[in-house]
């Protein structure tokens, strides 16, 4: 079983939808990201975050600790969102900064 | 204020050849780390590295591949003798330090004919 889990694994959605990508962990973390990879492959970084929650224009991202669980939400979707959204978390029990990664989920949002 | 620079974006290699991939990081970070996203699979955690030291290598392949980050100059991850399954894109990011965000470069994208 992975260290990190991501659901769904493909998402269709239409334009001006409430989208809704999971990420689940079995391990603990210091640190939890969401990133944004492009049809063209480059990776932005989205949010970094260990507690609570965070916003960006229309995306949020939430983390329950407890739980091992965080959500990427995307409000008022647009076709620009598409792309392959990604979680990865820092675990706090190694050392250093290594990043494990879900395998990701690809989004469509069609006009 | 330049981001994560890779080079080349694209590389293509014949099989036993040499492939040399650099990653300049962003200003005044002085933390890389290498990534290998293998065709239809996720990312993949390589190495991690500070100025003239690899801190945790422990995602590297044991035989071929290779990587430094000098005190002058890009970081440079190496892979000798390519094999056909070296075909991936690989990412570099950096961060100004142990807990700070990572930021990625484009990538390159190796094909090995």
């Known amino acids: 079983k992975n260290e990190v889990e991501q659901s769904p694994q493909n998402l269709t959605a239409q334009e001006g939808e409430f989208i809704t990508i999971n990420c689940s962990y079995s391990v603990g973390i210091s640190a939890l990201h969401w990133l944004q990879q492009h049809p063209g492959g480059g990776i932005v970084s989205l949010f970094m975050?260990?507690?609570g929650k965070k916003k960006h224009g229309r995306l949020i991202a939430t983390i329950n600790i407890q739980e091992k669980h965080s959500s990427l939400h995307i409000t008022a979707s647009h076709p620009r969102d598409s792309a392959v959204y990604i979680c990865a978390v820092r675990s706090s029990e190694t050392s250093g900064s290594r990043l494990t990664f879900g395998e990701g989920t690809q989004l469509t949002v069609n006009p | 204020n330049a981001g994560v620079m890779q080079n080349p974006r694209h590389l293509v290699r014949r099989r036993g050849q040499e492939a040399r991939l650099r990653c300049s990081p962003m200003k005044g970070h002085s933390h890389v780390y290498w990534y290998r996203q293998l065709p239809e699979e996720g990312l993949k955690f390589m190495v991690y590295?500070?100025?003239?030291?690899?801190?945790?290598e422990s995602g590297m392949p044991k035989e071929r591949f290779s990587a430094e980050f000098p005190k002058e100059g890009p970081s440079i991850l190496r892979i000798q003798q390519v094999v056909r399954g070296d075909s991936a894109a690989y990412f570099c990011?950096?961060?100004?330090?142990?807990?700070?965000?990572?930021?990625f470069g484009d990538g390159t994208r190796l094909s090995i004919l």
């Open positions: 975050l260990s507690s």
């Open positions: 590295l500070q100025k003239e030291n690899i801190i945790d």
């Open positions: 990011a950096s961060s100004a330090g142990l807990n700070q965000p990572q930021h």
